[in-house]
């Protein structure tokens, strides 16, 4: 009997940042971005998958970062890809919130890996046509609409009293933009294109979709013209679109980092623990894990966290989100230096666990993985 594929659940549709990190091998981030650059010239459906072969796994997209959670909790995949901070805007929230999982639905999903992911923005849309004796009065108005109608296409940003010199964008459109009206992408995107949107599309309406290949679907079917989308060089090329302007995002070196999730049940069966000396151990690996303080009793944060010193275990990111007990209470996710060795095999994050374990109110181990970043 032939083996049945494992899945891979995504954040989609295709040619969603996501999916082209569940398509790509894990490599240092340096030679990771040259090969991103030659892998983008190539069309999405011929890509090879290496992070996931295609002879070992289904790859399926899911409509949000939710529907992964799900996916690899009731076992539909055997593992998720989520995006889960980017290098110019932060983390991604709604990550955060599904590993605090303040509802109890995601209890067995654990970090097994993770990929770094250079993320180069475009502008996609509709080339507006030039007015023509056979083009309908509409269409004409709309390309000759008055510059004062329309944002601001000149390349300067107005000096206000907080930003007396405020910084230029890297790029400017390659084709006009005055007659856009709305734009969509993914909440994160807002936040790493600012200086290109304040300047060329300046109090345009902004609409949230689910992802930013979700966003070139939504422009693909308004064929006015008056839309556009922040979303991959890829995802024109799938849904037909021009590339208004490329490289909007603010940081010419912008990433995303991805977790590669694994149910815990099935991480524990499949994965060999390999013998490594400690301090190669604090050098190739990472660990997360939540957990909560009592609010009400002075020096609770500081406490927990003099554990990780105590053991050597360097933190690498701290985050909080509301822990949904009550108002101004958190749950603190703590990333450091070192991995969870299996019982009985000791170590400084097993035992820096064991002390967590006495000073904070509740902990929980989200997984241990090789680190993909090379300095």
């Known amino acids: 009997m032939e083996a049945k594929q ?34 983008a010239k190539e069309k999405l459906q011929q890509a090879t998958t290496q992070q996931f072969p295609e002879s070992d796994y289904t790859i399926i997209c899911q409509s949000s970062i939710e529907d992964v959670f799900a996916a690899v909790q009731t076992g539909t995949a055997s593992h998720g890809v989520v ?29 097994c890996g993770e990929i770094y992911l250079p993320v180069h923005h475009c502008l996609l849309g509709h080339v507006p046509q030039r007015p023509s004796p056979k083009m309908d009065q509409a269409a004409a108005s709309r390309y000759l609409m008055s510059d004062g109608d329309s944002p601001d296409v000149s390349g300067t940003v107005t000096p206000t009293q907080a930003a007396p010199r405020p910084e230029m964008p890297r790029v400017k459109p390659s084709h006009d933009v005055k007659g856009i009206r709305k734009l969509y992408s993914h909440p994160q995107a807002w936040g790493q294109c600012k200086l290109f949107l304040s300047t060329y599309l300046k109090g345009v309406e902004r609409q949230d979709v689910s992802s930013t290949s979700k966003a070139a679907e939504h422009v693909a079917q308004d064929t006015s013209g008056t839309s556009a989308a922040i979303s991959s060089k890829i995802a024109a090329e799938l849904n037909g679109l021009s590339v208004l302007a490329e490289g909007i995002e603010d940081n010419e070196g912008n990433s995303t980092r991805f977790f590669v999730l694994r149910r815990r049940q099935e991480a524990h069966k499949s994965e060999q623990f390999k013998e490594v000396d400690e301090t190669t151990e604090m050098e190739r690996y990472k660990s997360l894990v939540t957990f909560t303080v009592n609010h009400g009793e002075p020096g609770a944060l500081a406490r927990s966290l003099e554990v990780f010193n105590k053991f050597g275990l360097n933190l690498t990111s701290i985050n909080t989100r509301p822990s949904g007990e009550t108002q101004w209470h958190y749950i603190f996710f703590v990333e450091f230096t070192g991995r969870k060795r299996p019982e009985g095999k000791g170590g400084a994050v097993n035992d820096a666990l064991k002390e967590l374990d006495q000073v904070a109110r509740s902990w929980r181990w989200l997984g241990s993985w090789e680190s993909a970043f090379k300095e």
């Open 83 to 111: 995006p889960f901070e980017n290098s110019s805007n932060g983390s991604v929230v709604f990550t955060l919130d599904l590993f605090a999982d303040l509802q109890g639905r995601y209890p067995d999903i654990l970090v």
């Open 6 to 39: 494992k899945v891979v659940a995504f954040l989609g549709p295709k040619a969603s940042y996501t999916h082209q990190v569940s398509t790509s091998r894990v490599t240092p981030y340096s030679a990771r971005e040259a090969r991103y650059k030659a892998y």
